[in-house]
């Protein structure tokens, strides 16, 4: 199994590479940090901010210039900015968020496009934020949303390959550090249910919630080619 992964230095993204090494897949990947996982054969990495839209399409030649074909492409790279009101966001935050959540993901597919690289599935790492539309989520439910909808509109363009927008349930990374233990949950309720969840089953670790998505491919593949699905919900969409 030959995986693209962005964004795979820490959190979901280093969970569900480690899992796919666990399983002998080959893994590109492609972060600011870099991966950590070392001695791997399977492992291509290379260090790459993907906010760098401009040289983001040499990036990715550098990277998978041996590869002929992918059967997954996890777009997961993503920030979450500041939990605050939404008039109070600056744009320019708000346009940085956009490049790394939203606008780099278009740069990858149209490469994949352009270089006609086969690849069976995708999956863009959305969120329940992007229809909740809770208060002091903006400039994130707002990329994720944009995010979602990008997904709808290169299912069209893209029909050898099937692309879903996943929200993948809470999961305790170090995001969670920042929501769990900075955000003030009096002013900004919707993060007490994630202080609730911590430490829960209701908030796995990275790597079981990687197991999960990674045992749902198939599934996904079944539902229509562009869809936004809630891990959450996904007997809704069966």
Known sequence: MNVLITGNSGGLGLGLTKTLLER???????????CPVHDNDGLRDRRFDLSN?????????????????????????????KIHEISETDVHDLEHMMRINVWSNKVILDWIIERQLPV???????????????????????????????????????PDSHLTALAPGLVDTAMQDYLCGEVDSEEFPS????????????????????????DLLAELRKGESGQFVDVRKLGDHG
């Open 24 to 34: 002998d897949a080959i893994v590109w990947g492609m972060s600011r940090s870099g």
């Open 53 to 81: 839209l401009n040289t983001l399409p040499e990036a990715l030649e550098r990277l998978l210039s041996d590869c002929l074909r992918l059967d997954l492409v996890v777009l997961n790279a993503g920030i979450l900015g």
């Open 120 to 158: 069976e599935q995708i999956l863009a790492i959305s969120s329940g934020a992007a229809v909740n539309m809770n208060y002091g989520w903006g400039g994130y439910s707002l990329s994720k949303a944009c995010l979602n909808n990008l997904v709808e509109l290169y299912a069209h363009e893209m």
């Open 191 to 214: 993060v007490q249910k994630l202080k609730d969840a911590r430490g829960t089953d209701a908030m796995p670790g990275p790597d079981q919630a990687a197991g999960m998505i990674l």
